[in-house]
Nanobody, 128 residues
Framework: QLQLVESGGGLVQPGGSLRLSCAAS????????IGWFRQAPGKEREGVSC????????NYADSVKGRFTISKDNAKKMAYLQVNSLKPEDTAVYYC?????????????????????WGQGTQVTVSS
């Protein structure tokens, strides 16, 4: 069955970096857009970044532009989120999500409801 598994989270100091990974199985990643989302305690899940099925288009939330980078390797069935210059407000559970390209209207979206496959999340904690 289709599955996404995140890894790479951890505890880091402000200004630190992590590379979050999303391993896909059960489908060809070539045909799926990938989104990264995060949810902090007491807050709604928000879209951090997305990448189109081919990897040709990306989109970022204003709060992470210049600090985060999304990528995907379709041959390896992997997607990544490089998170740099981390701030305490970046603390959250980070989720990888996928949606079939044929179900979308544009290159990619950071809207939660446009994704139908979700991983279980990986915790990122930024604290001194």
């Amino acid at each position: 069955q289709l599955q996404l598994v995140e890894s790479g989270g951890g505890l880091v100091q402000p200004g630190g970096s992590l590379r979050l990974s999303c391993a896909a199985s059960g489908f060809f990643l070539d045909y799926y857009n990938i989104g990264w989302f995060r949810q902090a305690p007491g807050k709604e899940r928000e879209g951090v970044s997305c990448i189109s099925s081919s990897g040709g288009s990306t989109n970022y939330a204003d709060s992470v532009k210049g600090r985060f980078t999304i990528s995907k390797d379709n041959a390896k069935k992997m997607a990544y989120l490089q998170v740099n210059s981390l701030k305490p407000e970046d603390t959250a559970v980070y989720y990888c999500a996928a949606v079939d390209w044929s179900a979308t209207a544009g290159p990619c979206s950071r809207r939660v409801h446009e994704y139908n496959y979700w991983g279980q999340g990986t915790q990122v904690t930024v604290s001194s």
